[in-house]
C-alpha cells in the first residue's frame, strides 16, 4: 500500500481552499484595481504635503474669574 493516504488531507485543503495562482503574471496587465492605485497615490500625496495646519481650540464660554465681591481679609495692603 502506498504511503500517500498520509498527505491526502492536507493536498485535499490545499486544492479546496487554495487558489491557483498568487499573482497574475504582468503579460496579463497590472493586476491592482485602479481605484486602488488611485487611493494609493492620493494617500502618499496626502502623507508628502500634509493634510493640513493644526486644528485650532473653539471657544468656550466660561464662568466669570473673578469674584463678584472681593474678600477684604485676601486683599493687599
Same mark, same amino acid.
Given at each position: 500500500?502506498?504511503?500517500?493516504?498520509? +498527505?491526502?488531507? =492536507?493536498?485535499?485543503?490545499?486544492? $479546496?481552499? =487554495?487558489? @491557483?495562482?498568487? /499573482? *497574475? @503574471?504582468?503579460?496579463? #496587465?497590472? @493586476?491592482? @484595481?485602479?481605484? *486602488?492605485? $488611485?487611493? %494609493?497615490? /492620493?494617500?502618499?500625496?496626502?502623507? /508628502? +504635503?500634509? $493634510? #493640513? #495646519?493644526v486644528?485650532? /481650540?473653539?471657544?468656550?464660554?466660561?464662568?466669570?474669574? %473673578?469674584?463678584? +465681591?472681593?474678600?477684604?481679609? $485676601?486683599?493687599?495692603?
Open positions: 500500500m502506498k504511503q500517500n493516504w498520509r +498527505r491526502w488531507p =492536507g493536498q485535499f485543503a490545499r486544492w $479546496l481552499f =487554495g487558489s @491557483p495562482f498568487r /499573482q *497574475l @503574471p504582468w503579460a496579463f #496587465g497590472d @493586476p491592482t @484595481p485602479t481605484d *486602488l492605485r $488611485l487611493f %494609493k497615490a /492620493q494617500a502618499d500625496e496626502a502623507m /508628502q +504635503r500634509g $493634510l #493640513g #495646519g486644528a485650532g /481650540q473653539t471657544p468656550v464660554a466660561h464662568a466669570r474669574t %473673578k469674584p463678584a +465681591r472681593v474678600d477684604p481679609a $485676601l486683599e493687599r495692603q
